[in-house]
């Protein structure tokens, strides 16, 4: 059964933590020739089809001890856990019989099975790696496709439940923290522009979801009519400038308005730490504020991580679980203002005399 | 000529800085026999008044070196300054010509001259003490009473320019914190039944300002039909109760809602230690959840005094004057911040095991 104590690929440290560019995602969507979509498929097909795909992941040589479950094996609090890492889709909760996931140990790789599509495989690691995320996910898809028969057509490409994944079945994503942008209310011109490129904003938990903590997630929206690495790298493009206007918008507010940065930083980093009650989004809202302070170096390196951390930690289903059972919304506030109280009993002082 | 960055009884250390009353005043209007009340008088009158009260002033022997000076000798920034220690009155900054006042060197004994009447004694000390507060006031009334000729009716009393001071001429107010009530929103309850009792509750700069760090100024509203000590009797019983109702707030709040309480509590104090803008009525909320961890003891007693004078040092009248020259109000905000930073970081971190 999945502990989701352990694992957590937003939630390491290491060098991959960087400025602007908070996790790199990449997914596929396939699906079997011989079955029906899942929405369409009779519940003996269903169960087939992940008895199939369930095999085909375990045996898989892109990770070792696969972690293999059916969403109903999983408790309200499990699920949410692994929503809130991005490790399964929210959607994933919703389907009551024959749905599950095969994840590495380290819930990197993620392998959703009949979800929308037969198969979601995902590829989730810290920073901004296009290159490295999409060369484990093909070879993973390779290995796959050698145990499977894909739906694939030689006109459209790989066939997927919903058209918008025809083609490729890739959707490549990036969260992207965007405080100097969101100060300077560049955001919506930033989101306009970018969607022109057929590139998509979203919150951090994808459609219609708010961008608690400046973070978006950023994605392309075609999957057709283009290879894999084309789309890849036109998106990486994209990202390229945005974070380049990011960094702009953060070296101007730090010439033209460089109190306001420090107040909104200061506030966050005093609030935070003697808070006690404190709401996800709020505690978002500070989380990023310090993470710009780590970016601007008014704290150092080794706070990054934590901070990183504290994005997934703060949400609901983690602070439940860290206390062992549901928790109502008002004591889930207190508890994680407790939570991030010790954690910034630990950081240094703010310095903004270093930049 | 007055320098503002000495004395303000209100800024004092000492025994006297209590829970709940942060200062006591008495002031006593009286006018002239031979003379027009000032807003009557010719500029020839107004004069003749000033010099016969500065002499007797500058001549008692309630304090030694005696301050005294015309409105028209200050710069606007020791007029605010003075006007925020509540040692001159705020109307008595728009009168253009011959008034002035006479002050003790520590400020806690101003006399106003050619204000609304022709004198305006006030005494005003830190802590809850009409007996002293008066017996000083009387005093002084008797020495200045030898030297000039009170315009007096038998069936009146003392004769004032405002029917509304007519009798004793006495107005006796008390600063009063009241976090706890303002939370428990009994605020207005507790002003409509002590209204009830010929008793005004005003904001800390009097009529029609706002009650900004829940402090709250309480006075007679009767002059007339009874005697001074009769009034401060009365008085003194009400703001008793008063001071009761607020206790049980707080005892109510720390039994009931704790959580809610550190954390405003948590809050100020991170609010006020880390921002870098913030205006003179968000650092009075701050000051005032401050002043209440003093109370409940979850900071140590030495803060009261560095907190109460925060009261009036963050007025903007003592930011500027702080700062040697007019500030506009963003870079006010700025500087009050620093100012409190600096302040906070003197102080331990709040304990809130410690009740």
């Not at 508890?335 to 703010?350: D, Q, V």
């Amino acid at each position: 059964m999945i502990d989701p104590t352990k694992g957590g690929e937003l939630m390491k440290a290491g060098a991959r933590a960087v400025p602007v560019t908070l996790s790199t995602r990449i997914r596929l969507a396939r699906n079997l020739r011989e079955f029906p979509f899942p929405g369409w498929a009779e519940t003996s097909q269903r169960r087939a089809v992940m008895s199939a795909c369930r095999e085909a992941a375990e045996s898989l040589k892109t990770f070792k001890d696969p972690i293999s479950f059916e969403v109903d094996d999983l408790s309200e609090l499990q699920k949410l856990v692994l929503v809130e890492r991005h490790v399964i889709s929210r959607e994933m909760l919703q389907i009551e019989e024959a749905a599950g996931a095969v994840l590495s140990p380290d819930q990197s790789v993620s392998i959703m099975i009949n979800e929308e599509d037969h198969l979601r495989m995902q590829v989730l690691r810290k920073g901004f790696d296009f290159k490295s995320v999409w060369k484990t996910a093909k070879k993973m898809d390779l290995e796959m496709e050698k145990a499977l028969e894909y739906a694939f057509s030689s006109d459209y490409g790989f066939l997927t439940a919903c058209p918008t994944n025809l083609g490729t079945g890739m959707r490549a994503s990036v969260m992207m923290h965007l405080p100097g942008l969101s100060m300077e209310k560049h955001m919506d011109k930033v989101i306009r522009g970018v969607n022109e490129l057929g590139i998509a904003v979203r919150g951090l938990f994808g459609e219609g979801t708010d961008a608690s903590g400046n973070i978006f997630q950023i994605s392309n929206q075609q999957t057709l009519g283009e290879g894999e690495e084309e789309i890849l790298e036109r998106l990486g493009r994209t990202l390229d400038e945005v974070k380049t206007q990011e960094i702009n918008a953060r070296e101007s507010i730090l010439e033209n308005s460089s109190q306001m940065l420090f107040d909104k930083i200061g506030r966050s980093y005093g609030l935070l730490g003697n808070a006690y009650k404190i709401t996800s989004s709020e505690a978002m809202d500070c989380l990023s504020f310090i993470r710009l302070a780590v970016d601007c170096g008014f704290l150092p390196e080794k706070c990054r991580a934590p901070i990183d951390a504290g994005f997934i930690e703060c949400q609901p289903g983690h602070v439940q679980f860290q206390a062992g059972h549901n928790v109502d919304p008002d004591e889930r506030d207190a508890m994680r203002a407790e939570f991030f109280r010790k954690k910034l009993s630990k950081f240094p002082s703010l310095d903004f005399d270093k930049t």
